[in-house]
């Protein structure tokens, strides 16, 4: 669309809100959200946030910014998730659809289908400018909820995840301000997403939130994400437009109730139940906002009891800007007040925590709230009074067999289904793989589940894990190992005490023994492709690479198969000199990855290797431009100019890669060396001596050797 248009758009647009509030003028009820075509949308998501942790909840983090806006708006006090992961919970606030429908049922192994409706598609199509501004791995584009958006930026470091120790994230006080900036540059009606990730564990907050919360991090956590918060709202609230801004968490998080620490397992209210906060900011000049002003409607705010939900947000969302709502869509708009108040139509809430299934192998978690009437459906049922028991202390299924089947039906009604086998192993797949050995002869998901899979009565071994990881981080390995194992006795199936393990082996430099406990676990039934996967990289990169491809190369076929196994599988074949192949498989990875310079920095190596210098300068030069920061990409730009003959840019590249990563070895040795080859040895000293003190010995044995012989002899 030319701008000229766009001009035209936003002004009839005023026009029509101009109209729209004279009309509503003289009914209009107290602290009603108005309807304002065109205004912009601002979606604030903060990951893992407790709805009884901010202060206008009760809580104990000191909130003001949200505080305020609640003022503002309206708060809802009984919200809550479908979901209690990051992925799903957002593509579920993001399309407006129930997991089962939307399909993504954790945080991996599940990408958003290409022509997935979302809101920022649906905001795009209207003639908004998008941007999302997310703080973690989970939200990487990788996972498609970036359809849409004009601008998705995930750059938190990482494109490729390397290690189930690390989770890539950035902190809020990073991302608001890339928000605000965008925001501000817009000159069009915008939709914006931000996502925020600190309260999420491991919980340090910052300065002065460390002293004033210690002993109570996780709320030291939020009361920080709050600060961040509130310059991004002032903005919005001195800005002459109107914006819509909701502000929900996208789960809970345990923190020890139920046995629970983190979230994942469980649907309690601990991690269930979020906030949510609408309100309108903005547009000085606008009618809506004015009036509201005149008559104090907002001041106090309004707070609604219903049970508002997730998929509640994007009709809302839609309403809020003059958009039609797609009729397909399951939640509803809490846009007229008649829609909050007691009385209105029930919101049937769907949930669902599929982790203990997909990655334990326990019984799936599926649930409804109908109500303050709470269902939780697992082998061993249970059934809630939200409204006399809160924190759900007292099970009352078996009680009221009427009670229980009816809140059964409605479950069913809803149709929900239950997570099929992940994408990456299909039937093909998990074929090939048992012709490999690799998989035992049982279903790798189980039709039927009994007591002895519910979750409740396998917690601890989830906590087990998590110790392991917290033994883990403190270098405490014995100590971690031994936790695996003894889960595993426990429960032979478990794939991520293998696969932990393994990472373990891996990193202590046992290759073999790394193999083995993968092996081991497969032996015993594990099914998760991560650790198939996983099996195939030790096996490629401990010079195996043939039995390594032939572990990958069935995950491979899976068109659906995720970016870290393609991305070990093209490794593997470029390594097996197999360079055809392996560029399709990086072409594939390029395609799933767009905002990531990994892919374009792996078929650059796999052009230099054919000799295309200049294809190659040309792709380092494109990931450059995806990711400025990437030390990888100056490092191949400056191989691919010197093979091209261009030495003063080949030093220029390398100079930067080892500015950008002083351990990016091959740049130092390649700039070094060359340096001093070309009889610049003043210039190349420092960088062979950085060479000879930091490199490892292991991988850089020879290259070693080199350096010392040339400081030794200047040549
Ligand atoms: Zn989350």
């Known amino acids: 669309m030319k701008p000229s248009r766009r001009l035209l758009t936003v002004a009839g647009a005023i026009a029509v809100a101009m109209a729209a509030a004279a009309y509503w003028w003289p009914g209009r009820a107290q602290a009603d959200l108005a309807r304002i075509t065109g205004q912009n949308v601002l979606l604030i998501t903060i990951d893992t946030l407790r709805a009884d942790a901010l202060s206008v909840y009760g809580g104990p983090a000191h909130t003001p910014a949200l505080d305020r806006l609640a003022t503002e708006g309206v708060r809802f006090d009984f919200a809550h998730a479908q979901s209690v992961l990051t992925l799903t919970s957002h593509a579920t606030i993001l399309t407006g659809q129930y997991p089962f429908q939307h399909g993504l049922r954790d945080n991996s192994g599940y990408r958003l289908a290409r022509d997935a409706r979302t809101a ?227 919101r049937i809430a769907y949930f669902e925590a599929m982790s203990g299934m997909l990655n334990h192998g326990w019984a799936p978690l599926s649930g409804v709230l109908v109500g303050r009437d709470k269902l939780i459906d697992l082998p061993i049922l249970e059934r809630y009074d939200l409204a006399t028991d809160a924190t759900e202390r007292q099970n009352l299924a078996g009680r009221s067999p009427t009670e229980d089947g009816a809140l059964q039906a409605t479950l069913k009604g809803l149709s929900p289904t239950w997570p099929g086998q992940r994408a990456s192993e299909d039937a093909e797949s998990v074929g090939r793989l048992r012709g490999l050995g690799y998989v035992s002869g049982q279903a790798p998901v189980k039709t039927k589940y009994t007591d002895a899979d519910d979750p409740k009565r396998l917690i601890e071994l989830d906590q087990s894990i998590h110790r392991a990881l917290d033994a883990v981080s403190a270098g405490r390995l014995v100590e971690a190992e031994d936790i695996y194992r003894q889960v595993i006795d426990r429960r032979p199936d478990m794939a991520i005490a293998y696969r932990h393990l393994a990472l373990i082996e891996w990193q202590a430099g046992n290759a073999d023994a790394a193999i083995a406990v993968l092996r081991r676990g497969l032996a015993k039934g594990v099914t998760d492709v991560r650790a198939v996967a996983q099996l195939g990289e030790y096996l490629s990169d401990s010079g195996h690479v043939a039995e390594g491809i032939g572990v990958l190369e069935p995950l491979g076929r899976n068109p659906a198969a995720d970016a870290d196994t393609l ?46 210098a200049r294809g190659a300068k040309t792709l380092f030069e494109r990931a450059i431009a995806v990711d400025h920061g990437s030390s990888r990409a100056y490092a191949g730009l400056g191989a691919a100019s010197m093979q091209a003959g261009d030495r003063s840019a080949a030093y220029a590249a390398w100079s930067k890669a080892v500015e950008l990563d002083p351990t990016n070895f091959d740049a130092l040795f390649n700039l070094g060396t060359s340096l001093a080859r070309e009889g610049r040895m003043d210039t190349a000293r420092p960088y062979l001596e950085q060479f000879r003190r930091t490199a490892p010995p292991g991988p850089y044995a020879g290259q070693l050797r080199e350096v010392t012989r040339l400081l030794q002899t200047g040549r």
């Open 120 to 346: 920022a598609t649906l905001f795009k199509k209207a003639g908004y400018v998008t941007g999302a501004f997310v703080s973690a791995f989970p939200l990487d584009s990788r996972f498609g909820l970036n359809a849409g958006f004009d601008l998705y930026d995930d750059h938190f470091g990482g494109a490729v995840a390397t290690s189930e120790f690390s989770m890539s994230e950035r902190p809020a006080s990073v991302v608001v301000p890339l928000a605000e900036k965008w925001i501000a540059g817009a000159t069009t009606p915008w939709f914006s997403w931000v996502h925020v990730f600190d309260p999420h564990a491991p919980y340090r907050p910052p300065p002065p939130f460390d002293t004033e919360y210690a002993g109570k991090p996780y709320y030291g956590e939020v009361a920080a994400t709050d600060a961040a918060l509130a310059p991004l709202l002032d903005q919005l609230r001195r800005s002459d437009r109107p914006t819509l801004v909701v502000v929900t968490g996208d789960h809970g998080e345990g923190l020890g109730e139920h046995g629970e620490d983190a979230h994942g397992i469980f649907a309690y209210e601990s991690t269930l139940r979020i906030p949510l906060i609408i309100a309108e900011l903005g547009g000085g000049s606008s009618p809506a906002s004015s009036l509201s002003r005149l008559f104090g409607a907002r001041r106090g705010g309004e707070l609604s009891s219903i049970g508002a939900r997730h998929i509640d947000i994007l009709p809302t969302m839609l309403d809020a800007v003059g958009q039609s709502v797609p009729s397909d869509l399951p939640g509803r708009t809490l846009l007229p007040r008649e829609e909050r108040v007691g009385g209105a139509p029930t």
């Open 567 to 612: 991305n070990v599988l093209g490794i593997a074949l470029a390594r097996a000199r197999r360079n055809d192949e392996a560029q399709r498989v990086f072409e594939r990875l390029r395609e799933l990855l767009p905002g990531s310079s990994a892919p374009l920095e792996n078929l650059g190596v796999l052009a230099l290797d054919r000799g295309d």
